[in-house]
């Protein structure tokens, strides 16, 4: 049996994760500690008692997924079954930082101020109200794909997500994705709805963010990977440091090709995928891209103690 490690992006988000994981193992706490400490404030107040309005601001929710991924592998490892199990790493988005830390390439506390500095610079990469994105539903990516084209007219509409056979996002300028909305029904999309984000991630409108992302990254040492790490934009593994920095400032603007990086990993052997941190997102997408697969998610003491048990 081959396992992959896979983490959470934005959306995960709620007030409270991780908390559990903290009190019941000292190192879970002590990654919530160090992201406090590299950020200079009490981000797990935030996390464990805040507002989910704060919390779901990008600049917050980037590295709070990230600390709540990292305390449950914290948790994972006491248990014997830390990173020396997984034969690849992935995550979606903001989660590809995760598994870059849980491979060890990135240091935990670079890892937070990363991610600070990148929710920061994609929330300023456009006004708000410019920018949209939009889930279309029921259609495969390459239709998503025509549909964006179709709707750019001259503004900025690409594909950004490829997460599942039946699930493309796409993102772009709000009158253009607006268009893309209506087209995509029009192909016989189940559903296409716009999404309550703020801000239109990875498609060409985050150029600012990702030249703040190679400025922060380029100041940062990036280790070779423990365990291969999958990444958006390739769809493939990757270890070599710099091409890890050139590819995770081409993922704030290039898509993330969820689906691709999945069929990557069960054609390379994987059969068990285990969710990291908040949610379960990623389980259910994966649930409709490898069939054969089984899933785990593993966010609270209850999720160690059963994958314990295995």
């Not at 598994?99 to 300023?124: F, N, P, V, W, Y």
């Not at 006004?127 to 889930?135: K, L, S, T």
């Not at 503004?155 to 699930?167: F, I, R, T, Y």
């Not at 998610?297 to 059963?306: F, L, N, Q, S, Y």
Request: hydrophobic content about 50%; proline content about 4%; charged content about 20%.
């Amino acid at each position: 049996m081959s396992r992959a490690f896979v983490f959470p992006g934005q959306g995960a988000q709620t007030i409270g994760m991780g908390r559990a994981l903290a009190e019941a193992y000292p190192a879970a706490r002590a990654v919530f500690e160090e992201v406090d400490e590299a950020l200079g404030e009490k981000l797990s107040a935030l996390i464990w008692d805040g507002s989910i309005e704060e919390l779901t601001l990008t600049q917050n929710a980037q590295p709070a997924l990230m600390a709540t991924s990292m305390a449950a592998l914290a948790a994972l490892e006491v248990e014997g079954l830390g990173i020396a199990t997984a034969s690849f790493v992935a995550g979606h988005s903001l989660g590809e930082y995760s598994a870059l830390c849980a491979a060890k390439s990135l240091k935990l506390s670079d890892t937070a101020r990363l991610l600070r500095i990148r929710g920061q610079a994609m929330q300023e990469a456009v006004p708000v109200g410019v920018g949209a994105m939009a889930a279309l539903l029921g259609l495969d990516y390459d239709t998503a794909v025509e549909v964006a084209h179709e709707a750019a007219q001259g503004e900025v509409c690409q594909a950004a997500n490829d997460n599942d056979p039946a699930q493309v996002v796409v993102s772009g300028h709000k009158a253009a994705v607006e268009r893309a909305v209506e087209i995509a029904k029009g192909r016989g999309a189940k559903r296409a709805i716009l999404l309550p984000v703020s801000a239109p991630f990875h498609c060409a409108l985050m150029q600012h963010a990702a030249s703040v992302m190679s400025e922060a990254l380029a100041a940062v040492v990036i280790e070779a990977p423990v365990c291969p790490v999958v990444v958006n934009v390739r769809a493939e593994a990757v270890s070599e440091p710099d091409r890890i920095r050139a590819l995770l400032v081409a993922q704030v603007t290039g898509a993330v090709r969820w689906r691709e990086s999945v069929m990557w990993m069960e054609n390379a052997g994987v059969d068990e995928f285990w969710e990291i941190g908040a949610g379960k997102a990623l389980s259910g997408m994966i649930k409709r891209i490898a069939k054969g697969a089984t899933t785990r998610a593993i966010g609270t003491p209850e999720d160690v103690a059963a994958a314990a048990t295995i």
